[in-house]
T-cell receptor
Framework: TQLLEQSPQFLSIQEGENLTVYCNSSSVFSSLQWYRQEPGEGPVLLVTVVTGGEVKKLKRLTFQFGDARKDSSLHITAAQPGDTGLYLCAGAGRGAGGTSYGKLTFGQGTILTVHP | DTGVSQNPRHKITKRGQNVTFRCDPISEHNRLYWYRQTLGQGPEFLTYFQNEAQLEKSRLLSDRFSAERPKGSFSTLEIQRTEQGDSAMYLC??????????????FGPGTRLTVL
């Protein structure tokens, strides 16, 4: 059974601060996705990382996939109140030949609150 | 591309009743997934289809749950004899099976089920 441990579970910060969210596992994933979810809505995709060591930037958000493809981090620079929400990491398992396989395993989520 | 749609968005039912939810995936996607999410948790995998074939079912999917995707397009999830513990957000996602990057899952808005 693949598990993803996400931390911290809660983050409450002031506007302009930086923050990092971590996802760790003992399993190797073929890819890892980060989603953001608003109350009462489905998760919205932020990024997919596939290659070990991959770094992707999306404006003030920087995503990194660990070299061994077992962990990932999300760093937000100069957080804004509009960044408030639930952030989820999710790993896709590996099928034959290293291809992606079916279900996503989600972390528990990080509830981020950015105060003006 | 209109995204993944789910109907209804909200369902309130009495314990013991049957309910059915529908998911329409992104049109060119051949994979379709169902997840369940309870408050404060990340989504948990229930089942997934590649075209018409149901390829995996979670142990969470008891005998009261059944999912179909008869023509490889839309899917339905039925819960028979609902219990209060079934109250949750039911999420549908779709993806293409081309590889780790194209297998990124896109989620619908979810169906919130409340069992009284």
């Amino acid at each position: 059974t693949q598990l993803l441990e996400q931390s911290p579970q809660f983050l409450s910060i002031q506007e302009g601060e930086n923050l990092t969210v971590y996802c760790n596992s003992s399993s190797v994933f073929s890819s890892l996705q980060w989603y953001r979810q608003e109350p009462g809505e489905g998760p919205v995709l932020l990024v997919t990382v596939v290659t070990g060591g991959e770094v992707k930037k999306l404006k003030r958000l920087t995503f990194q996939f660990g070299d061994a493809r077992k962990d990932s981090s999300l760093h937000i620079t100069a957080a804004q109140p509009g960044d408030t929400g639930l952030y989820l990491c999710a790993g896709a398992g590996r099928g034959a030949g290293g291809t992606s396989y079916g279900k996503l395993t989600f972390g528990q989520g990080t509830i981020l609150t950015v105060h003006p | 591309d209109t995204g993944v749609s789910q109907n209804p968005r909200h369902k309130i039912t009495k314990r013991g009743q049957n309910v059915t939810f529908r998911c329409d995936p992104i049109s060119e996607h051949n994979r379709l997934y169902w997840y369940r999410q309870t408050l404060g948790q990340g989504p948990e995998f229930l089942t997934y289809f590649q075209n018409e074939a149901q390829l995996e079912k979670s142990r969470l999917l008891s005998d009261r749950f059944s999912a179909e995707r008869p023509k490889g397009s839309f899917s339905t999830l039925e819960i028979q004899r609902t219990e209060q513990g079934d109250s949750a957000m039911y999420l549908c996602a779709s993806s293409s099976s081309g590889g780790p990057r194209t297998d990124t899952q896109y989620f619908g808005p979810g169906t919130r089920l409340t069992v009284l």
